[in-house]
């Protein structure tokens, strides 16, 4: 399957060390494509595991991560409006 995960980490006291920890996870995982947005394909299994890496870190009362989900990247038209930074080109 195809994802795009979007996380927004509060900046508490433990705030930096969430987000560190939250995006070195899933930049094992995902293409970082811009600040706090990872996008790529990725099997069920590896998504749970990703998932269950990312469930210590987020608080829940704080933060909030998001994940749209897509059969293949074909099936998601994507637009960019200003500055054009597209770091998935390389991908077949």
Known sequence: MYIV???DISQDEK?????????????????????SVFEGEISKAQLMKMKN????????ELDSVIIFKSR????????????????????L
Request: aromatic share 16%.
């Open 72 to 91: 293949q990247e074909k099936w998601l038209d994507k637009e960019f409006l200003g500055k054009v930074e597209d770091k998935t080109g390389f991908l």
């Open 5 to 7: 995960l979007v996380y």
């Open 53 to 60: 890496e990312l469930g210590p870190y987020i608080n829940n």
């Open 15 to 35: 705030g930096q060390r969430r987000w560190s920890r939250i995006f070195k996870i899933c930049k094992k995982y995902l293409s970082h494509i811009q600040n």
